[in-house]
């Protein structure tokens, strides 16, 4: 697999490494309608919470490489937060 030589590998404190950029981003929710929203607000200031999913390359912990699909909160100022793997695509 060939990664774009302008895109530098994201490490997330979620156990594991982006490698791509995320594609095909769609919006879930948005403000009172994100369940986690005090939590957000909470942990990471005020703004306007979005949850997003999207697809992109991983490497996990042990090393191996997957295509997943990704779920986080992002808010403009703050940035994107909490990502989760939701789905293997390989």
Known sequence: MLLAA???PTVTDEG???????????TIAVG?????LRRLVESY?????????????IRLRN??????????????????KDFKIKRYFD
């Not at 009172?32 to 986690?36: A, G, K, P, W």
């Not at 090393?63 to 994107?80: M, S």
């Open 6 to 8: 302008c895109y530098a």
């Open 16 to 26: 594991f490494e982006l490698l791509t950029e995320i594609t095909r981003i769609e």
């Open 32 to 36: 009172n309608r994100i369940r986690d």
């Open 45 to 57: 200031g005020d703004g306007r919470w979005r949850k997003l999913k999207g697809v992109a390359t």
């Open 63 to 80: 090393g191996r490489i997957r295509r997943v699909e990704l779920h986080w909160y992002e808010a403009h100022g703050i940035g994107k």
